[in-house]
């Protein structure tokens, strides 16, 4: 048994609380690449664009035809990916710890409710593909991405039959895909900024799993985390922006991928602080 999870078990097992905080690494197992790497990139015309270019309200308003097709061929990448061991883990965490338990993730990829995580203990902080909403804001609800709309190639573009369905309902502004984008800023309503910040404040033990730590929001909750005395543990297959903040906490990072190590950690905690 990896040492550090032997700590978790004994803080969580004396009706401790426990986050774990997610990011692309989790999905990886699954096929979904992260940002990095020429996965990321979108072509049009002679141009390419990297996700920080197109996944920006700037970019949308000024042209909605180049972000769509870029997001639809994400969402169909990810309808194809199937949840992984590290997923199941945190399902199999949730059952044995119930309202203990809190899951907080970056991902956009659905991989975790596909899993089987429940909606109410699952923070979406980044927004979810399958969902869109109102570009106007004319209305405070989420809708999913139509089932008529078909399967996005990579450099397929909009046709003036795709695009009625990516127009709001109500007000016929475009739709935009309901993500955070990097020239915006979480909330409440859409990303559940407060209630992420209270979970890492109340937590016993903040467990960072597959995320580099070049977000805001998961940093803050380290920062949370570290004051209010949690264990801080992460799971990656190298150090990261969260790796001072374990140790600092007298955690630290358990080196390896999230869809071995997690299992491994739900089965200790499964078991009880006395096993
Ligand atoms: P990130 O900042 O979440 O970094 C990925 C991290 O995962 C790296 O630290 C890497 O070392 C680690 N990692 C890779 N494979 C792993 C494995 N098998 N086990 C454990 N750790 C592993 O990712 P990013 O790609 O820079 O994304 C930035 C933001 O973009 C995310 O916060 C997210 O909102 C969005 N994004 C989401 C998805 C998705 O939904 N799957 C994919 C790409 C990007
Ligand atoms: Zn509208």
């Known amino acids: ?38 996965d990321g990139f979108w072509t049009r015309g002679s141009t390419n664009y990297r996700p920080e270019e197109l996944a920006t309200w700037r970019t949308f308003a ?21 949840p992984n061991p590290g997923h199941t883990a945190l399902v199999d965490m949730d059952e044995a710890l119930g309202n203990r338990f809190t899951l907080v993730t970056q991902n956009v990829d659905g991989l975790h409710s596909r899993a089987g995580s429940p909606e109410h203990r699952s923070y979406h902080i980044h927004g979810n593909l399958e969902r869109m909403r109102c570009s106007a ?4 609800n989420t809708w999913p991405v139509p089932d008529a709309l078909r399967v996005f190639a990579k450099g397929d573009a909009i046709t003036p039959a795709d695009e009625p369905l990516l127009r709001c309902p109500s007000c016929d502004a475009w739709a935009r895909p309901h993500v955070l ?40 909750m380290a920062s949370q985390a570290l004051r209010s005395k949690a264990l801080i543990v992460e799971i990656n297959l190298r150090e990261s922006a969260f790796s001072d903040y374990a140790v600092q906490s007298g955690g630290g990072l358990v080196t390896g991928p999230a869809g071995t190590l997690l299992p491994k950690l739900a089965r200790r905690l499964a078991s009880g602080s006395s096993a």
């Open 1 to 38: 048994m990896v040492e550090l999870f032997e700590r978790i078990a004994q803080r969580i097992g004396d009706g401790g609380e426990l986050v774990a905080l997610t990011g692309a690494g989790i999905s990886a197992e699954s096929g979904i690449p992260t940002f990095r790497g020429d």
């Open 62 to 82: 000024s042209d909605p035809e180049l972000v769509w097709p870029w997001y639809l061929w994400r969402l169909a990448r990810c309808r194809d990916a199937q």
């Open 137 to 140: 804001e004319c209305n405070a």
């Open 181 to 220: 984008w990097f020239d915006e800023c979480y909330d409440e309503k859409w990303f559940r900024y407060r209630s992420s910040m209270s979970a890492a404040m109340a937590a016993d033990v903040l467990l960072v799993v597959g995320t580099s730590g070049s977000t805001n929001l998961p940093m803050q």
